[in-house]
């Protein structure tokens, strides 16, 4: 299994923004669909969002929604994600993984992407550190 490589995190003042790049030199990423998740240590992995590089469909958790936008560039093999309006509660270890096609389910009424990785495992990361 090959894990993606993350890159692009950094220290950003809130309401700021910054982008994520999640590439490999292994496979076509425009085969798969590309997950985004962060995780705060001790606390579990939240699904961020996901695009279908399929049908370029994305989906956002709305945590996020508004907010963030993945993308894909196939000339790069490269799945992004902008992040604007960055909050303190954004601070976390950002990684991607690649799956099957996108999942989501609505918990208490709110959309959240499921952080799901069926093809490869999660990156190492890269950590977005938000100042108040």
């Known amino acids: 299994q090959v894990q993606l490589v993350e890159s692009g995190g950094g220290l950003v003042q809130s309401g700021g923004s910054l982008r994520l790049s999640c590439t490999t030199s292994?496979?076509?990423?425009?085969?798969?669909?590309v997950v985004w998740s962060r995780q705060v240590p001790g606390k579990e992995r939240a699904g961020v969002s996901c695009?279908?590089?399929?049908?370029?469909?994305?989906y956002y958790s709305d945590s996020v929604k508004g907010r963030f936008t993945t993308s894909m560039d196939a000339a790069k093999n490269t799945v992004y994600l902008q992040m604007t309006g960055l909050k303190p509660e954004d601070t976390a270890i950002y990684s991607c993984?690649?799956?099957?096609?996108?999942?989501?389910?609505?918990?208490?009424?709110?959309?959240?992407?499921?952080?799901?990785?069926?093809?490869?495992?999660w990156g190492q990361g890269t950590q977005v550190t938000v100042a108040s």
């Open positions: 695009i279908n590089n399929r049908d370029d469909t994305t």
């Open positions: 993984a690649t799956d099957i096609i996108c999942a989501w389910t609505v918990i208490a009424g709110r959309v959240v992407v499921l952080p799901s990785s069926r093809i490869g495992p």
């Open positions: 292994k496979f076509p990423l425009d085969e798969y669909a």
